[in-house]
């Protein structure tokens, strides 16, 4: 099918965003001239970590579109995160049968489709790295049994791709342990602080090689959203449909105009909300970190508040590994990889125990309820209950702002990570 004849643009004009009418109304448009001749249908939305993205209700929207002539699939793009759990899928997906949902196994389920060249690694590094990088996608979606593929996700700043979503979806979110690993470890070589916010970056030109490559005869429709949030309540600013870069790039553009926030003067003190539905892990958690690294002055501090948060990987290898090496910053755990098969075996895991330091920098403080203080200061954070923290920074409004807290001191809150990026402005 030749997508380009049905994508559809559209872009909220007001603060109140897209509203529920404007949105299925779009995704009648996205389908209009091929809904009669569908049979079978995949939709590759995020997982709940991924709640903010209106991926969920975009995706209850197809599903009643095209439930009554076709069938319909969903398989969550996990990536290396965990199964979801009925209760989970209910709160993102609504009424769609859970019978309906595929789970992705991102060590087993995979079928190699090519290679990017180690040449063109190179390229894109700028000579850090030469290694080739297979690509891998789960095997449904190279199959053939499907007429359409609709990947539905959040265009949001992101620390190992630059902008995320888009073809990450399919070959992180739907991947193997091959372009997991290497496209995580190339994002930790190059530097965070270099990618986060933009496009372009050498992990997304790895991507775009592979899509270009690989994926020509695959019928995928990409669905993006941009979305913002202030306490409770959060908008649908943008959605953005097609079958390339014509959907991407708009994006991208709106995403780096409401989700980036420079600021004239480095933070002295940050503290970090995690919600306790859609964070349960650091691997998850530490985009308080991420997000927020370019924003904290040299010896600030970060408290992660962090209730939910009961363990370390979303993989139990990925956990273990944790566990064993900490975050000890990123020249300790480049030696750690020369010395140690484990950690060579799972680049991905060393690359998010890079990100999660901040290499002496500045202090983090994990605040929790389910980890308890030797884990956590195991892990290489310091550690603080979450009832006394939570007592320390009180936050009637849960408003993105500086506060006081109980002892007097100000610090600047951010209520979620996951839909932004704090800088310095003189740093990005």
Known sequence: MDFSSFSQTVRATTPSGIS?????KLCEQTLASCKKD????????????????AAGRIANLYYHLLCDTAQVDLMP????HVAMTPEELSL????????RFLTHDWRRDVEKIGVVPGEFVKE??????????????????????????LSVGQVVPHEVVGMANYNKNVFVGCGGAGMINASH????????????????????????????????AVPLLYVLTVTTQQGASWNLRGVFCGAGRDAFEPAVALSQ????????RPFERVVVRLDPQEFKSTWLGNKAIYRTRM??????????????????????????????????????ILKLVRENEDLAANLSAAAHLIHGSSDGRFSITYCTKRLTRPEVEQAGFSYLPYDKASALFQVPERKDAFYTDANGKPFYYIDNPALGLWADRAKF
């Open 124 to 149: 894109v590094s700028e000579g850090l790295i030469d290694t080739p990088i297979d690509v891998e996608v789960n095997r449904r979606i190279v199959s053939g049994e499907y007429d359409l593929i």
């Open 185 to 216: 470890m190339l994002g930790a070589f190059y530097g965070m602080e270099r990618i986060m916010g933009k496009d372009h970056s050498p992990v997304r030109r790895v991507f775009d090689y592979a899509s270009e490559h690989f994926l020509n």
């Open 20 to 24: 529920d009418a404007e949105l299925a």
């Open 38 to 53: 569908l049979k079978r249908v995949l939709i590759l939305p995020p997982d709940h970590t991924r709640y903010f993205s």
């Open 92 to 99: 993102m997906f609504g009424d769609i049968p859970q019978d």
């Open 257 to 264: 105009r409401e989700n980036l926030t420079l600021i004239d």
């Open 295 to 332: 924003a904290i002055a040299d010896g600030g501090e970060l408290y992660i508040l962090a209730d939910g948060v009961e363990r370390f990987g979303e993989d139990r290898e990925i956990d273990r590994l944790i566990r064993k090496y900490g975050y000890v910053g990123r020249e300790r």
């Open 77 to 80: 793009a996990l990536g290396s």
